[in-house]
């Protein structure tokens, strides 16, 4: 029987999971999915445990790649707002199938886990 390898040619996902599922874009997206725009320091309350250099690295990325919109105010002191862009909230079906498998599996995925570290990893 022969394998096929898989890499990024052949699994159309890989691109989307390296832009969408890094460990801090996901919650900042879906921070500004949920509360619409917000000021740098709002949104670092909003996602916690997030330094201002990483949130600053990822709305940088986040900005590149279309999915995030900066408003940049010149006024005393300066102002900069975040929110999500077209392109970023059309993500919202996937989160919201996202939030649906988790609810109807992670008690089963945990279930797994125990069932698996009791019989000693296999």
């Known amino acids: 029987m022969s394998v096929t390898p898989v890499g990024p040619q052949v699994c159309p996902v890989g691109p989307v ?7 801090w874009t996901t919650p900042i997206l879906w921070t500004l ?17 997030i330094t201002p250099k990483v949130l ?6 986040l900005e590149r790649d279309g999915l995030v919109v900066r408003t940049y105010y010149p006024e005393v002191p ?38 698996f570290d009791a019989d000693g990893g296999r």
Do not use: C, M
């Not at 999971?17 to 460990?23: A, L, M, Q, T, Y």
């Open 56 to 61: 600053t690295q990822r709305l940088r990325q």
């Open 78 to 115: 300066p102002r900069v707002e975040y929110e999500i862009s077209e392109l970023g909230r059309s993500l919202g079906p996937l989160f919201a199938t996202l939030v649906e498998w988790s609810a109807d599996n992670l008690d089963k995925v945990e279930q797994a886990r125990t069932h």
């Open 33 to 49: 999915n949920e509360h619409g725009r917000l000021r740098f320091v709002e949104l670092q309350r909003a996602v916690a445990g």
């Open 17 to 23: 999971v390296d832009i969408v599922f890094s460990r």
